[in-house]
């Protein structure tokens, strides 16, 4: 039997607000990248390119034409979950106690939904197996973006050099970059004469800006492959968003984690959020990945 309880008796739209700004500041895909509503049936996104220069006429000339390229990139959300079990003793001993639990459980449950949100949008994986998931297929950062550049733990500025131009080359821009916690360290060291060139990256410190770029150093950057930083236009090509708000399930019997251990037969409950969240790389030339030797070196 479940216990059915209504939204708005546990998550007010202010709670709402605060676990998606939690999502925000630990997930460097929504930290760096712009929030779309996104429709239960998923959002068809069209990106257009006109395909040539403008072109010079003369007086009674003849034109000739031009042309568009329109992209259709479909944000369909996925469907993730996270359960917990607690004795009902806590649960049951009053309102302060229910609070508390809702009140951590949420908080974390956050922080799993940004981290999950990273390792599915950039490495196409099931959160929970670090398997790679149908569900997701091509739509992640590694299997679309096919701009590469080996990482250089001694030389990271000048590798991000030529990634961006590598981006520039293709008409892009970069407006921001997505660091693995190792190129932050090494970035810290790169010296000249002696002097270290990038200061505020030492000690583990984790600036919000290099070169006019916003920048988050996260470990979901490397958790998965050998990618060790995105950059890219993070602002204009690629956007993510959530198409339900975040429910909770109160389950008080049966076996709903499929774990083998009836809830009512150990006096447990357990607490389920779920959401619907979805992404879309909208134009694919407009990121790099600078990604680890083939040899395992960078380190």
């Known amino acids: 039997m479940t216990t059915p309880l209504k939204r708005d008796e546990l998550f007010t739209p202010e709670r709402i607000a605060g676990m998606i700004n939690k999502v ?4 460097s895909l929504a930290l760096l990248t712009q929030q779309e509503p996104v429709a ?8 257009f390119t006109l395909d040539k220069d403008i072109d010079l006429v003369d007086e009674s000339g003849a034109k000739s034409a031009g042309g568009a390229t329109i992209q259709k990139v479909k944000m369909m959300p996925v469907k993730v979950e996270y359960s917990a079990r607690f004795s009902d003793e806590m649960w049951y001993s009053g309102e302060d106690a229910q609070l508390n639990i ?5 908080d974390g449950y956050a922080k799993k939904l940004a981290r999950g949100l990273d390792l599915m949008a950039f490495h196409g994986v099931n959160p929970r197996t670090k398997v790679s998931s149908e569900l997701i ?42 660091m693995s916690p190792v190129a932050g360290r090494d970035l810290s060291k790169v010296a000249v004469n002696g002097v270290r060139q990038y200061p505020e990256f030492r000690m583990g410190n984790h600036p919000d800006n ?11 950057v490397s958790a998965v492959g ?9 602002v204009n090509a690629v956007k993510w968003g959530y198409a339900k708000n975040i429910g909770l399930q109160v389950h008080t019997s049966g076996d ?41 070196g960078g380190e």
């Open 24 to 27: 925000k500041g630990h997930s």
């Open 40 to 47: 239960f049936n998923g959002n068809e996104i069209f990106s």
């Open 102 to 106: 809702l009140k951590e459980f949420t």
């Open 137 to 178: 297929g091509s739509k992640s950062f590694d299997s679309t973006v096919t701009q590469t550049i080996e990482y250089d733990a001694a030389k990271v500025d000048d590798v991000l050099e030529d990634a961006i131009f590598m981006i520039t080359n293709s008409d892009g821009i970069s407006t921001g970059i997505a």
């Open 210 to 220: 290099l070169a006019g770029m916003k920048i988050d150093i996260n470990e979901t």
């Open 226 to 234: 050998g990618t060790e930083l995105y950059v890219g236009d993070f």
């Open 256 to 296: 709903p984690d499929n774990s083998g251990r009836d809830l009512a037969g150990h006096n447990e409950i357990l607490l389920r959020s779920e959401t619907y969240i979805g992404w879309g790389v909208l134009a694919p030339e407009s990121f790099a990945r600078v990604v680890k030797p083939a040899t395992g």
